[in-house]
């Protein structure tokens, strides 16, 4: 299967046009204890046009419930995993990072079952990793969660049977993000005296846009498994492969020197 070249155009957003003098504002919301490592300083920014409100589905308007501080890497891996998470619509999804790349993506009937799919992915890399939820999760997923050590929950809510079981381990720090699809406008990489600026890679590919190839036309349930292998691996660092069936994944490869 490919891309359709007529369909892919139709899907791809006009480009657009950067200025001769680009100008960022930010205001501190909070000193971090540390950075990436412990002998390095950071600080979290929100972005000043944003910063008294938060467009809804970014991760920076979250409010956490209960936890210890976030550091520099929670940030950073919340943000991967709420990004990912968000972009399965309305289908109760799960994804659990560890390292800044997923380890376990998995759909379900519920959050319960949507965590219990993700995590048989790789047990052992999500252990001490970040887990978010495009649901409320309830009081059934939250004591399924509670069993394993994790650093960061996002979702759009909780239970109250939820929190009650999250009370228990105070020092996991629970995040209430508002759910939309909305993405960030650009993606900025830092490089030695200057930055690269480029449009978010806001592109999911549609069952309209596949063109089969091959003698065997894949089945319905092929085609779902193969539009959800594209989604995730989107978030999993150059060059990615992603095994997966019945709508969780088997296997995440991220790139290799």
């Given at each position: 299967?490919?891309?359709?070249?007529?369909?892919?155009?139709?899907?791809?957003?006009?480009?657009?046009?950067?200025?001769?003098?680009?100008?960022?504002?930010?205001?501190?919301?909070?000193?971090?204890?540390?950075?990436?490592?412990?002998?390095?300083?950071?600080?979290?920014?929100?972005?000043?046009?944003?910063?008294?409100?938060?467009?809804?589905?970014?991760?920076?308007?979250?409010?956490?419930?209960?936890?210890?501080?976030?550091?520099?890497?929670?940030?950073?891996?919340?943000?991967?995993?709420?990004?990912?998470?968000k972009s399965f619509g309305d289908s109760p999804a799960c994804v659990i990072v560890k390292h800044a790349n997923p380890c376990g993506v998995a759909l379900g009937m519920?959050?319960?079952?949507?965590?219990?799919?993700?995590?048989?992915?790789?047990?052992?890399?999500?252990?001490?990793?970040?887990?978010?939820?495009?649901?409320?999760?309830?009081?059934?997923?939250?004591?399924?969660?509670?069993?394993?050590?994790?650093?960061?929950?996002?979702?759009?809510?909780?239970?109250?049977?939820?929190?009650?079981?999250?009370?228990?381990?105070?020092?996991?720090?629970?995040?209430?993000?508002?759910?939309?699809?909305?993405?960030?406008?650009?993606?900025?990489?830092?490089?030695?005296?200057?930055?690269?600026?480029?449009?978010?890679?806001?592109?999911?590919?549609?069952?309209?846009?596949?063109?089969?190839?091959?003698?065997?036309?894949?089945?319905?349930?092929?085609?779902?498994?193969?539009?959800?292998?594209?989604?995730?691996?989107?978030?999993?660092?150059?060059?990615?492969?992603?095994?997966?069936?019945?709508?969780?994944?088997?296997?995440?490869g991220a790139g290799q020197m």
């Amino acid at each position: 299967l490919e891309p359709g070249a007529e369909a892919a155009v139709q899907e791809v957003p006009q480009r657009i046009e950067f200025p001769s003098v680009f100008t960022l504002q930010l205001h501190k919301a909070q000193d971090l204890r540390y950075g990436e490592n412990p002998h390095q300083s950071a600080a979290f920014y929100r972005d000043a046009a944003t910063a008294a409100r938060v467009p809804a589905g970014l991760l920076a308007g979250w409010t956490q419930l209960q936890g210890k501080e976030l550091s520099y890497n929670n940030i950073a891996d919340a943000d991967a995993a709420w990004e990912c998470v968000k972009s399965f619509g309305d289908s109760p999804a799960c994804v659990i990072v560890k390292h800044a790349n997923p380890c376990g993506v998995a759909l379900g009937m519920s959050a319960g079952a949507a965590y219990a799919k993700a995590l048989k992915t790789d047990p052992t890399s999500a252990f001490g990793g970040i887990i978010a939820f495009n649901t409320v999760v309830d009081g059934a997923a939250a004591e399924a969660v509670a069993k394993q050590f994790v650093e960061v929950l996002v979702a759009p809510g909780y239970s109250a049977e939820a929190l009650a079981v999250f009370s228990a381990k105070q020092n996991v720090r629970v995040l209430e993000v508002s759910l939309s699809r909305q993405v960030q406008a650009l993606d900025f990489k830092r490089v030695g005296g200057g930055a690269l600026l480029q449009s978010t890679d806001a592109m999911n590919v549609s069952r309209d846009a596949l063109r089969v190839v091959s003698r065997r036309a894949p089945s319905p349930a092929e085609l779902d498994d193969l539009l959800f292998a594209w989604k995730v691996a989107k978030f999993v660092k150059s060059n990615a492969i992603v095994f997966c069936a019945g709508g969780m994944t088997l296997g995440v490869g991220a790139g290799q020197m």
